[in-house]
């Protein structure tokens, strides 16, 4: 099932998208046990299909990203955070530092992965369980603030507003039995930049919740970030590529959609 979350006049609502295009609204709680009713809604404006309650990002994820930053393949799932703050709608802009200005702004194609029921030490067998849905994630980066001027912590260049665009909607799990089995994307300006598959992340969607629960309680709405293949700005020959306004991004991920956004200078 494809659910969308839009504006209504009273609101943000939950909808179901139907096979012919339409649109049913949802009824209950998306955490709990949410219920596809008969009423055909025309959806609003659309916004990011869940407000998350934390992001969890694992980064150097993909063995050909890896190889193309220069860096040792990671024993384990790496680890950062982005705020709450970061999240964007599909439809409206990336946008880039001023005031704490960044130069290096750059896109990252990832596949988001929704939290959907508490769990704490959960076995990678039993992973799956625990997800509500996946959608498509644009993992914004200031590098210049993430590599050189963020004292060697990653989170300064990752934590700006605007820098976690998610969309168009989230589909659930009998949909995409395999996350590690899906064609994922960035096209800028039409043009495709990034181009591969989830099958080459080095820890597996399972193997990342399993280590993130590890002590820890994963609360539904945790939304998590798996990592970005090879071709990200930064590490385009001769010369890096970098975001600017005037820009449009779309994230595609197989099964689930394209998620577009423009690309802007914070006023």
């Known amino acids: 099932m494809k659910i969308i979350r839009h504006l209504t006049p009273t609101g943000p609502a939950y909808a179901a998208l139907q096979p012919d295009g339409s649109?049913?609204?949802?009824?209950?709680?998306?955490?709990?046990?949410?219920?596809?009713?008969?009423?055909?809604?025309?959806?609003?404006?659309?916004?990011?299909?869940?407000?998350?309650?934390?992001?969890?990002c694992i980064g150097l994820n993909y063995r050909q990203h890896a190889a193309e930053s220069g860096a040792k393949v990671p024993e384990r799932p790496v680890l950062f955070v982005k705020g709450i703050n970061t999240l964007q709608n599909p439809g409206d802009p990336i946008l880039i530092?001023?005031?704490?200005?960044?130069?290096?702004?750059?896109?990252?194609c990832e596949l988001a992965?929704?939290?959907?029921?508490?769990g704490k030490n959960i076995p990678r067998a039993k992973a799956l369980e625990h997800v509500l849905g996946y959608t498509c994630a644009n993992d914004v980066s200031a590098r210049d603030h993430q590599i050189k001027l963020g004292g060697g912590q990653w989170c300064r260049g990752k934590f700006f507003d605007t820098f976690a665009p998610l969309g168009p909607c989230l589909v659930t799990p009998e949909d995409i039995p395999n996350p590690n089995t899906l064609?994922?994307?960035?096209i800028l300006n039409g043009k495709r930049v990034q181009d591969w598959t989830t099958s080459d992340m080095i820890f597996?969607?399972?193997?990342?919740?399993?280590?993130l629960s590890?002590?820890?309680?994963?609360?539904?709405g945790t939304v998590i970030l798996t990592g970005?293949?090879?071709?990200?700005?930064?590490?385009?020959?001769?010369?890096?590529?970098?975001?600017?306004?005037?820009?449009?991004?779309?994230i595609e991920i197989e099964k689930i959609g394209t998620l577009t956004n423009p690309v802007a200078n914070e006023v």
């Open 113 to 118: 992965v929704v939290i959907g029921k508490a």
């Open 183 to 186: 064609k994922i994307a960035t």
């Open 214 to 220: 590890g002590s820890t309680t994963l609360v539904p």
């Open 23 to 56: 649109a049913r609204a949802i009824a209950g709680d998306i955490y709990g046990a949410p219920r596809v009713t008969d009423q055909v809604v025309k959806p609003g404006k659309l916004l990011a299909p869940i407000v998350p309650t934390q992001i969890l």
């Open 204 to 211: 597996d969607v399972p193997t990342i919740i399993e280590y």
């Open 228 to 250: 970005t293949p090879q071709g990200v700005g930064m590490a385009a020959k001769p010369t890096p590529v970098w975001l600017k306004p005037g820009d449009t991004v779309s």
């Open 97 to 108: 530092p001023q005031h704490l200005r960044s130069d290096e702004v750059d896109y990252e």
